[in-house]
Structure formats: C-alpha cells, structure tokens
C-alpha cells in the first residue's frame, strides 16, 4: 500500500475523518425506534418483524469476514465505495418499503443484510486506516472509530427525534441520507501517510469486527505469566510486573515468556474455544434480545398506560435506543478499565467480570418483568445496555489471553458467530411470545397485544434464567482456571 509523507496533524485529520464515518455504521443498533411502526404499516407479525431486527447484524458479523478480505486486498477506497453503496441501498429499499407499503418480507431481508454488510465495509476500512497511520497507538487510534459505532444509534436517534418527531417516514428517510453522507465523509480522507519505523518491542494488535471494543492483549497469558514468576528469581519477578503493567508489552516480555498461538483446526478442537463460544452466546443473546425488540416492549407498556400518540410512541422508543447506545458505550470503557485493575491488583481473571456481566443482566431482566409504565423503562435500558457494553469491553482480551495475539482476528471472527446465533433464537422467542399473547384489532393494523409487561414477560423469565445459568458457567471456569495453576 503506497504512503505519502504526512504530519501528525494530516494523520489526526484521517483519523477524525474516521471517527465521523463510523458513526453511521452501527445503525443496526436503531431498528427497535422503528420496528413497531414498519411492523404496523406492513402488517407483519412479532415474530416476523424480531427477525427482520437481527439481518442488519448477521450483514456485520457473518460477512465481516468477507469484508476484512476485500480491505485487505483491494485497499481502502475500494470497500468505501462498496461500503456507501450498500448502505444507500439497503436503507433506501427500507424507507420506500415504507413509504408505498411494499411488504415483502424477504426483501426487506436481503435490504438490512445489505446495509449491515456496507456498515462492516466502511467500518473495517476506517479501522485499519486508523491503525495504518497510528501504528505506535493503534490502541487509541482504532478506540476511536469503534467507540463512534456504539454511539451510532444514539445519533441517529437524536436527529430523527428533533427534526421528524413522530414521523416514521421521515426517520427513515434520514437512515438513508444520513448513514450515506457519514460514509462519504471517510473517502477524501482514506490515506495512509508515512510514519517512523516501528520500534521492535511493539506487540502485533488486531482489528475487530462487528463494533466491537479494541484493546491490547496483556502480553502474556495470565497462566504464562504466573509460570514465568516461578521460575524466576526475586529481581526478574519485580522486573516483570512492572513491565507488564504498560500499555505495550515489552521485548522481555515478548522474547522471555512463550505466548499462546492456537487457531485455525486446532482452536476448533479445543474444548477451551466451546466454552468461550457458549459464553458469548448465553451473554450476547439476551442483551440483544432486547435491543432488537425494545420497541415491542415501549409499544405494550404505551398502550396499556393508554397512550395511543404515535408520536409520542416513538419518541419513547428513541429515547430507550439512544440510553442503550450510550450505557453500552460506557459499558465497554469501564470493563476494560475494571479488568485491567482487577488483574494487576489482585490477580483475578478477567472473567470475573463476565460474572458482574452477568449479575447486571439478571437484575435488568428482572426489573424489566416488573416495570409497568413506559416512563420508567429508562431504568431498565441503562441496566441491559450496561451489561451488554461490560461484556464486550472485556471478551476480545479474554479471547487474545486463552489463544494468542497472532491469529487473534480469525479466532474473534470464529467466536462471535455465536452471538448471531444466539440472537436469533432469542429474538424469535421474543417474537412468538409476543404474538401468543396478542389479538387481532379490526382498528389497527394486525394483532395488537394489551397485556402490558404481559406480552413478554415470559422472554424475561427465560433471559433471566440464562444469566443465572451463565454466572454459574462462569465461576466453574474460574474454578479450574486456578486449578491448573496450582
């Protein structure tokens, strides 16, 4: 890839460039502040409409393997061009869907596929981009396009609510403008500008798909690390905490200490990689659960509160979208800060808090069974957003510590295919509960549901459980995790 010379303040211009296109990547995020309304207008069914909320996310963690392949091959341009392709798109597909009352449910399909696809595309080259041009800070320099991604949805939110209050159409319509525009904004400034050589102590980092938070691994893994200070004398053990506590492993580190580098037939054979996946999929399936149909839920609370504004409607659900967006943003900064105290303080595995993950999940579930005005749900999409953010802000390091840093995007890509998985079945629970609890009104478009926390109460009972059954999992792994250490 040809460079130019450039200065800090050109690097930090792409970077910024960067910054701004990615926030019209994590639009999958927002589909719960229309769900109800393109469901109604459609004349879809829960069940159908919790389906058609997980295509934007298989278009980004499926294909974001596809996507990784085309940035490395054909550059930068080339998958921003695709990327604002797609994304037009997909979105425009959507809002004329809408707009003439086209309900044809398998296109619509393939639209947010496409548009999750172009998402990934844009993103991914923002990312590397960042990185290419950062190559000593690619930590900080990557952090800022995946940081944009979690506060996509709370954008778009924001100005669909402020200059189309209540009107559907013209939401979509600026999903489709808007999400456009941000990836045009990336073209002009995708330039990879010449920097000094890099130092040889400076660990290899990887680049994440799906919006996922990007942290450094702590160089070795913490089972290496506790091997290394045995075998060592008292000076080389001071020596090698205070190394490790850096932000970039050093070369002692890298030279002395054996890392992990399991992937491709291997990591598949391991029992380790099963229980990481299950892990993903039991913390990942719930959270999304309810920000792919939150919407339902605002929409069963207003109308059992007798509030029947559209209007009024959607703004609430704007509003819980744009909480979890943020929540789930300040969930991945915290929990790598957390972590990192955690291990270098006391020596706890970062699992733990996986399990903290846990515990706010069940009380977001639980509160979310037992609030029955839509005034109050703000409650529980701050607690669920959290805990969603906690879980990814901790897992790709966790992923880097249990099977290296080298082959650690292949690894992550391998691993969140269980979070697709695991969403679609719990967003398709959610839909059929919903819809056994709904009746048909000759008023309205399709079934109505107005039992209140009534409709989908029983999903909760179930996300609930699964918290419970996923701490569990969670401290049995901690358990043998220092039993091989003894």
């Excluded at 296109?21 to 229309?34: E, N, P, R």
């Excluded at 691994?217 to 008292?234: A, C, H, K, L, N």
């Excluded at 989908?456 to 009972?461: A, E, K, Q």
Aim: charged fraction near 10%; proline fraction near 3%; glycine fraction near 8%.
């Amino acid at each position: 890839m040809h460079k130019n010379s450039g200065t800090t303040l050109q690097r930090a211009r792409t970077v910024a460039g960067c910054f701004i296109s990615s926030l019209g990547c994590g639009t999958i995020y927002v589909y719960s502040a229309y769900s109800t309304q393109l469901a109604e207008r459609l004349d879809l069914t829960a069940t159908q409409s919790s389906v058609l909320g997980i295509m934007g996310p298989i278009g980004v963690a499926l294909l974001s393997f596809f996507a990784g392949l085309i940035v490395d091959k054909l550059g930068l341009l080339v998958p921003c061009f695709l990327g604002t392709t797609f994304l037009c798109l997909g979105y425009s597909y959507v809002y004329h869907a809408y707009k003439y009352s086209i309900s044809v449910v398998p296109l619509i399909a393939v639209a947010l596929v496409v548009a999750g696809f172009g998402s990934t595309l844009t993103y991914n080259a923002c990312v590397k981009c960042s990185a290419l041009n950062f190559p000593h800070r690619r930590g900080t320099a990557t952090s800022i396009p995946m940081s944009a991604f979690g506060l996509s949805a709370f954008l778009f939110s924001t100005v669909a609510g402020v200059a189309y209050p209540g009107d559907t159409n013209g939401f979509l319509k600026v999903l489709a403008i808007l999400t456009t525009g941000l990836s045009v904004v990336c073209i002009p400034y995708m330039k990879v500008y010449d920097t000094e050589p890099q130092h040889d102590a400076e660990s290899e980092d990887s680049l994440l798909p799906d919006g996922t938070s990007y942290s450094y691994g702590t160089g070795p893994s913490e089972s290496s690390t506790i091997q290394y200070r045995s075998s060592q004398d008292s000076l080389s053990v001071s020596k090698q905490v205070d190394e490790q506590t850096a932000l970039v492993p050093s070369e002692s580190d890298l030279v002395d200490i054996p890392e992990q580098d399991i992937g491709g037939l291997q990591i598949v054979k391991s029992k380790e990689f099963w229980s990481k996946f299950v892990v993903m999929g039991l913390l990942t399936g719930p959270g999304q659960m309810y920000i792919y149909c939150v919407g339902y839920v605002v929409h069963a609370l207003a109308l059992s509160s007798d509030i029947d504004s559209p209007a009024k409607v959607q703004s609430f659900q704007a509003l819980q979208v744009a909480i979890i967006s943020v929540t789930n943003f300040s969930g991945r900064l915290l929990s790598g800060v957390v972590s990192d105290y955690l291990l270098h303080h006391y020596g706890l595995h970062r699992l733990w808090v996986l399990v903290m993950a846990s515990g706010v999940g069940f009380v977001g579930s639980v509160l979310a069974m037992n609030v029955y005005q839509v005034h109050h749900m703000w409650i529980v999409s701050v607690v669920i957003g959290l805990s969603y953010g906690l879980f990814f802000g901790v897992y790709p390091s966790i992923i880097t510590d249990s099977f290296g840093l080298s082959r650690f995007s292949s690894n992550w890509g391998l691993v969140s295919i269980s979070q697709v998985v695991a969403s679609y079945i719990y967003s398709l629970l959610f839909g059929k509960i919903y819809d056994s609890n709904s009746t048909d009104d000759h008023d309205a478009s399709g079934a109505i549901c107005y039992k209140g926390p009534g409709c989908y109460s029983t999903s909760f009972i179930i996300t609930a459980a699964t918290n419970v059954v996923t701490a569990i999992t969670l401290l049995f792994m901690i358990y043998r995790h220092r039993r091989t250490l003894v």
